[in-house]
C-alpha cells in the first residue's frame, strides 16, 4: 500500500510545474492577439487620452511578467478578474456556463462508452468477419467526418425537417431537467461520433492482441467459460487502452464542443471562449483558456493514477 | 491418399486397466488445408508418465493443445478421435469440454510469465480456477489455494497469495502454474515445454515436483519437450515424433537403450555428452544430415526417408505405418527386423 | 572479493588477462546497482577454449560482451594482446576490435534482414577498411564454402535461411576479420538438437583450421563438456570453480558444480540413474547477492563460517581453483550427499 500511495503522490507532485508551465502559456498567448485591448475597450470614438486611460486603470501599460504575477496572484485566490464587456467576474460568467458544457460532453463521453465498447467487443470477438468489417467501416467515417458538418445535417433534418428534437439552445438544468436532456441529445450526438468511432476502434484492436495471448490459452485451459474470460479478464486486461482512449477522448471534446456549441447555439464555456475571443475580453478569454487546461491536466492526472489501478505492474514497479 | 493404419501395437503398455486418455489417428490441418500432423495414436493409463519429444515443427505441441481443444484459429483437427474415459472430447460442447479442462485434464505450458494474467493476483487466477469447477465459499476457496501453493514448494504462501505474477521468479511461476493445473486433482496434465525457459537447477525442481505429483495423485503426465537429455526422471515412457507423426512408441529405456527408428538413434546420437572422451579430437556428434521436409512438401513414402543412412528403395514407396517391435513397442521403419541401431551407452 | 588470477604463470602469453573485473549496472534513484558481474579473472591462452558455464543472473552475458569491448567494466581492466583496453585512443581500439569477435544467441535478430547473405558476411571488412569490395565478396564466398554452406547461399536473405544456416552466417562473419579470439555466447541454445550438433561440430573444425581461442558461454553442461579444454563456473557474478575440462566436469569440488551436473538433463536409462535431491532454493537477485559465500543460500554444505566469511579462491589441485569454505572435503571425490550438513540458519 505504501508504494501506491507514493506513486499517487508523485503522480500529483509532478503535476505542478504542469500547470504552471500552462498558466504562463494561457497568459502569454493572449497577449500575441493582434489588436489592442485598450482601444477595443475605449469604444470606436474614444480620445488618445481615454484610451491611455484605460490602459492603466486595468493595468495594460505595465511589463508582461508584472501582468502575469498580478493575474496569477487573483488565480490562486479564485479572482479571474472582472470581463471586461459584461462587467461581471469571469468566474462568476463561467460558472453559469460551465453545467451547459458539462451537460454535453458528459452525455457525449457516456454515449462513447455505451456503443463504443460494446461495438468494440463484437468487432473483436468475430474479427475477420464481415460484421467486423462493416464496423470497421464505419468508425473509419466516424473519425473522418467533421463535427460541425454532422451537427449541421443532424440540426437540418432531425429538428428542422421531422422535428423530432429540439434545435438550439438548452434549458437550465436545475429548472427543466426534462427538456434539457432533450436539447443535449443532438449536440451530444454530434460531438460523439467521432468518440464511438475511436473507442471502438481501440477496443476492438487491443481486445484482438488480448484475445490471442497466451494467458487467455491458459484461461481456457483452466474451463473457464468464455463469458467470463471476456468480461472480466479481457476487459480488465485492455483496461489501460480503454482508459488511455477515455482520457483522450475528454480532452478532445472539450476543444471540439467550441464549434459544437455554435451551432447549436449552446450557452456553454465553448461559446463563451468563441464570443470574448472575438470581443478581444481578454480576462475572460484567460479565464476559459485557463480552466480548460486545468481540466485537461487534472483529467491527465486521474488517469495517471488509475492506470496503476487497473494494471498492477504500473504502480508497483515506478 | 495416405494409408493409415493403426496398429494394435499403439498402446504401449499391456492394457491391464482401461487407458485414461487414447488419441487415435489424430490428424491436424491448417485451415488451408496443409496437414501438420497425421495418423498420432497413443494410450495414456492412469498414473503413467509419457514423454512426447522431437524438433521443432514435428506437431507435438499442436498435438498436446488439440487433446484440450486450444488449437489456434490458424489450425483445426482434420480427422481422428480423442478419448478420455472413453468420450470423444473432439466432439464435445463447449460448455461439456469446460467441465473437462482444468478439472480432469489440465495443461501447462511453455513461459510461466505470459502464461499468466499479468493484471490479477496469483490467488485469484487459483481460487477462480477451483471455484469454477467446484461449489466452494471464498473463504475455504482461500485456504485451499494456499494449501495448493505450499503443497508445489511455494515459500511464504498466505504472502504469495496476493502477489501478481511479475513479482515472482520464473520457477515461482512456474509452480503457481501447476497449483492452478492440479488444484482439482486432474487425471491427467499434459506439460508443453514447462521447463524448457527455466534455468538447469530450477528445471530439476520442477521435473521432482511433476513426479511427485503425479506418484501422489495417479495423474498420469505427458511431457511435451524438445529436450532428449531431460528425460533422466518422471517418465516411463518414449514417444518421438518427426515432420508430423509418431516414429517410435517404446519404453524409456529400450528407447534409450535400442532404439529402433534412425531418427530418435540419430537424436541420441547428437546429444553432447559429458562422459569420458566425449570432448576429444575424433569424437563427433552426429548430425543429421538435410532438413525436416517442410508442411505440404513432404515425401511420398517414408518421411524420414530422404536424411536417413539405412533408406532403401523401398523406403520411398509408400507412406510407412507403425509397426509393432515388441513388449508393446512400435516403430515406423521398413527396416525394424534389419536395424540393429545403437542408442546410449548402457 | 577480487580472486587471485585463475591460472599459474604461463610460457605463451595470454590472449586476453581479465583481471578484477566487476561490472555494476546503476538503477538509480538511490537504489542498490546491479552487479553483474562482480570480481572474476581469468587468462585465456593460445588455442584453447574456456567454457563459462552458469545460469541466470551468473553474469556471463555480460562478461562476454565486456571481453569484446562492447561493455565498459565498472571496475578492473581487460588486456586484450598486451594492451590495456582501457588506454586505447579510438582508432586503436578500432583496430584492436579484430582481434575479438562474437557471436550471439539468437541467430535471426544478428543479421540485418535486408542484406544479402554475402553483404553480410563481408560487413566487418568494409567497416575495418580491408580490402576493395572485390576481394571483400571473394572472401565471403570462401567463407560461406569453410561453414559448410556453399557459394549459392551468398545472394539469399535471412528470412531465406534456416536456423541453423543463419546461424553458420554469424560465425562466418564473425571469422571474416579472422580474429585470434571469438566469444560465442549460447551460440546454440536457440537451435535444435541435430541442427545444435552440426554447429558444435563445425565450431570444433574451424577452431582447428583458423587457430582460434574461443570463450564459450553456455548453461548446457554437455555442451560445454563437448567444446571445452578448461571450464569455468559461474554463480552471480562470480567464478565458483576454474579447471581442465576432466577436472571440473568428472571431479567437481565446488558444491555448485556438482549441483549442475546432477541436474543437467542426461538420457540415462533406469540402470544408470541415480536419485538426486534437486538443488533446493532460488537464485539469489544479481541486487543483492548473500553476504559471504554467494551459493550458501542454497548450499547443502553451508555452515555458520560460510555467511560471515568470502571463501578464498584456492587451487586445490595442479590448475584447478575453487572458492569454497569446504571444497577440500571433496577432493577425496565421495558424492556430495554424504557430507550434508545443516544449511546455515540466516538466510
Known amino acids: 500500500m505504501n508504494r501506491a500511495l507514493h506513486f499517487i503522490v508523485r503522480r500529483c507532485l509532478q503535476f505542478i510545474p504542469v500547470i504552471l508551465l500552462a498558466t504562463l502559456v494561457v497568459f502569454g498567448l493572449v497577449q500575441l492577439i493582434p489588436g489592442d485591448p485598450a482601444v477595443t475597450l475605449a469604444g470606436e470614438n474614444a480620445t488618445v487620452e481615454r484610451i491611455e486611460e484605460i490602459r492603466r486603470a486595468y493595468g495594460l501599460d505595465r511589463p508582461f511578467l508584472v501582468q502575469y504575477g498580478h493575474w496569477l496572484g487573483g488565480v490562486v485566490q479564485g479572482d479571474l478578474a472582472q470581463s471586461m464587456l459584461a462587467s461581471k467576474p469571469v468566474l462568476e460568467l463561467i460558472a453559469d456556463r460551465f453545467p451547459a458544457t458539462l451537460l454535453i460532453v458528459g452525455a457525449a463521453v457516456l454515449l462513447a462508452l455505451l456503443v463504443g465498447v460494446p461495438l468494440g467487443i463484437a468487432a473483436a470477438t468475430r474479427a475477420r468477419s464481415s460484421f467486423d468489417n462493416a464496423v470497421m467501416a464505419l468508425s473509419s467515417m466516424g473519425v473522418a467526418l467533421p463535427n460541425f458538418w454532422l451537427a449541421m445535417i443532424l440540426v437540418y433534418w432531425l429538428a428542422l425537417s421531422w422535428q423530432w428534437l429540439p434545435a438550439t439552445g438548452l434549458p437550465s438544468l436545475s429548472d427543466a431537467p426534462g427538456k434539457a436532456l432533450l436539447h443535449a441529445i443532438l449536440p451530444a450526438v454530434a460531438l460523439a461520433s467521432a468518440g464511438v468511432a475511436e473507442v471502438s476502434r481501440q477496443v476492438r484492436s487491443a481486445l484482438i492482441e488480448v484475445l490471442a495471448s497466451d494467458h487467455v490459452r491458459t484461461l481456457r485451459a483452466k474451463g473457464l467459460p468464455r463469458w467470463r474470460i471476456l468480461w472480466q479478464h479481457g476487459l480488465k486486461n485492455i483496461g489501460v487502452t480503454l482508459l488511455t482512449v477515455l482520457s483522450l477522448l475528454i480532452n478532445r471534446l472539450l476543444g471540439a464542443t467550441v464549434v459544437v456549441e455554435a451551432v447549436f447555439a449552446i450557452p456553454g464555456i465553448g461559446s463563451l471562449l468563441v464570443h470574448s475571443a472575438i470581443n478581444k475580453d481578454f480576462a475572460v478569454v484567460q479565464g476559459v483558456a485557463l480552466m480548460m487546461v486545468l481540466i485537461v491536466v487534472l483529467i491527465n492526472l486521474v488517469t495517471d493514477i488509475l492506470y496503476g489501478v487497473v494494471d498492477p505492474r504500473i504502480a508497483r514497479q515506478a | ?346 | 572479493m577480487t580472486p587471485a588470477l585463475a591460472t599459474t604463470p604461463h610460457a605463451t602469453a595470454p590472449l586476453v588477462r581479465v583481471e578484477s573485473l566487476a561490472v555494476h549496472f546503476d538503477r538509480g534513484r538511490g537504489q542498490p546497482p546491479l552487479r553483474a558481474v562482480d570480481g572474476v579473472s581469468f587468462d585465456l591462452l593460445p588455442g584453447e577454449t574456456l567454457g563459462v558455464i552458469g545460469e541466470s543472473g551468473s553474469g556471463k552475458s555480460t562478461l562476454a560482451r565486456v571481453v569484446v569491448l562492447l561493455q565498459q567494466p565498472s571496475q578492473g581492466r581487460v588486456w586484450l594482446a598486451g594492451q590495456d583496453s582501457a588506454t586505447l585512443a579510438p582508432e586503436a581500439l578500432r583496430l584492436a576490435r579484430r582481434q575479438v569477435q562474437i557471436v550471439f544467441q539468437d541467430p535471426r535478430a544478428a543479421l540485418n534482414p535486408r542484406m544479402r547473405v554475402h553483404r553480410l558476411i563481408a560487413e566487418p571488412l568494409r567497416i575495418q577498411r580491408i580490402g576493395n569490395a572485390a576481394s571483400q565478396r571473394d572472401a565471403a564466398v570462401e567463407l560461406l564454402e569453410r561453414v559448410e554452406l556453399g557459394a549459392d547461399f551468398a545472394e539469399r536473405y535471412p528470412h531465406q535461411l534456416s536456423g541453423g544456416q543463419r546461424q553458420r552466417v554469424n560465425i562466418a562473419r564473425a571469422l571474416a576479420v579472422r580474429p585470434q579470439v571469438l566469444v560465442c555466447d549460447e551460440v546454440v541454445a536457440a537451435l535444435d538438437l541435430s541442427i545444435q550438433a552440426g554447429i558444435l561440430n563445425l565450431f570444433k573444425d574451424l577452431q582447428q583450421q583458423f587457430g582460434l581461442t574461443t570463450l564459450f558461454i553456455t548453461h548446457d553442461l554437455g555442451v560445454t563438456a563437448y567444446v571445452s579444454s578448461r571450464v569455468a563456473v559461474m554463480y552471480l557474478g562470480t567464478f565458483v570453480e576454474v579447471g581442465g575440462r576432466d577436472q571440473v566436469i568428472d571431479a567437481p569440488l565446488h558444491p555448485y558444480t556438482r549441483a549442475l551436473l546432477e541436474a543437467a538433463p542426461e538420457p540415462v536409462p533406469a540402470a544408470r540413474r541415480r536419485a538426486h535431491a534437486p538443488l533446493q532454493g532460488e537464485i539469489p537477485s544479481p541486487v543483492a547477492p548473500p553476504s559471504g559465500c554467494r551459493f550458501r543460500t542454497r548450499c547443502p554444505l553451508a555452515v555458520d563460517r560460510c555467511a560471515a566469511e568470502v571463501p578464498a579462491w584456492r587451487e586445490l589441485r595442479p590448475g584447478q581453483h575453487v572458492a569454497c569454505h569446504r571444497a577440500h572435503e571433496a577432493l577425496d571425490g565421495a558424492p556430495l550427499a554424504q557430507r550434508a550438513a545443516p544449511p546455515s540458519a540466516s538466510p
Open chain 2, 1 to 346: 491418399m495416405d494409408a493409415v493404419k493403426v496398429t494394435e501395437a499403439a498402446p504401449c503398455q499391456p492394457a491391464e486397466r482401461a487407458p485414461v486418455l487414447s488419441v487415435r489417428g489424430l490428424a491436424i490441418a491448417t485451415r488451408g488445408g496443409v496437414q501438420v500432423t497425421r495418423d498420432v495414436s497413443f494410450d495414456l493409463q492412469p498414473g503413467e508418465r509419457v514423454r512426447v519429444v522431437g524438433e521443432s515443427g514435428c506437431g507435438k505441441t499442436a498435438t498436446g493443445l488439440a487433446v484440450l481443444g486450444l488449437l489456434p484459429s490458424g489450425l483445426t483437427v482434420a480427422g481422428g478421435e480423442v478419448r478420455f474415459h472413453g468420450d470423444n472430447l473432439l466432439n464435445l460442447p463447449e460448455a461439456a469440454l469446460n467441465r473437462i479442462r482444468g478439472r480432469r485434464v489440465s495443461m501447462i505450458f511453455q513461459e510461466p510469465m505470459s502464461a499468466l494474467d499479468p493484471v490479477f493476483t496469483i490467488g485469484r487466477q487459483l481460487s477462480e480456477t477451483l471455484r469454477a469447477h467446484h461449489r466452494v465459499g471464498p473463504r475455504e476457496a482461500k485456504e485451499r489455494c494456499i494449501d495448493a501453493l505450499d503443497a508445489v514448494g511455494i515459500p511464504l504462501p498466505r504472502q504469495r497469495y496476493d502477489e501478481y505474477p511479475f513479482q515472482l521468479s520464473g520457477g515461482m511461476r512456474q509452480r503457481a502454474m501447476i497449483a492452478i493445473a492440479t488444484i482439482c486433482q486432474p487425471e491427467v496434465l499434459i506439460a508443453d515445454e514447462a521447463t524448457t525457459a527455466l534455468d538447469v537447477t530450477i528445471q530439476a525442481q520442477i521435473i521432482e515436483l511433476l513426479g511427485r505429483l503425479s506418484e501422489q495423485h495417479r495423474m498420469a503426465l505427458l511431457f511435451i519437450s524438445h529436450d532428449l537429455g531431460a528425460v533422466a526422471s518422471a517418465c516411463n515412457r518414449l514417444l518421438t515424433m518427426y515432420a508430423g507423426e509418431i516414429v517410435e512408441d517404446a519404453p524409456l529405456d529400450d528407447a534409450l537403450l535400442r532404439p529402433r527408428h534412425p531418427y530418435t538413434a540419430g537424436l541420441l546420437a547428437a546429444i553432447p555428452r559429458r562422459q569420458q572422451g566425449s570432448g576429444q579430437a575424433g569424437h563427433r556428434l552426429l548430425s543429421i544430415a538435410g532438413r525436416v521436409p517442410r508442411p505440404g512438401a513432404m515425401p511420398e513414402g517414408c518421411r524420414f526417408a530422404p536424411r536417413c543412412v539405412h533408406v532403401q528403395p523401398r523406403c520411398h514407396e509408400g507412406p510407412v505405418s507403425l509397426l509393432a517391435t515388441g513388449r508393446g513397442a512400435a516403430a515406423r521403419c521398413l527396416r525394424i527386423d534389419q536395424l540393429a541401431l545403437g542408442g546410449v551407452a548402457a
